[in-house]
């Protein structure tokens, strides 16, 4: 889990780095364990989110309620709460999910 520090400089970043791209796939669930938590089905994500642009990114400071140190992307008509790091592959950049794997 991130830290609120954290959490405040990942949405700088997503706000930067992401906003105004399109979301091309999705992939949750990837590495299943006790502590994730999903709103419905985690297979149904690339789905639901696929094609939808990110217009904006908050720390939960910039929210109503704060429960936890989250990263909010608002994705669409979504709103996503990123409590774990998470990975931008840029256009032509090679994905590392082969040393995922093989960990």
Known sequence: MIELPEAIVLAEQINKTLAGKTVRSVAANTHPHGFAQY???PAAYDMLLSGKTITAARSDLGSDQIW???AEI???DMCLSISTPIKYHAPGQALDILQVVRR
């Open 68 to 70: 936890d140190s989250n």
């Open 39 to 41: 709103f419905g089905d």
């Open 74 to 76: 608002i994705c669409g």
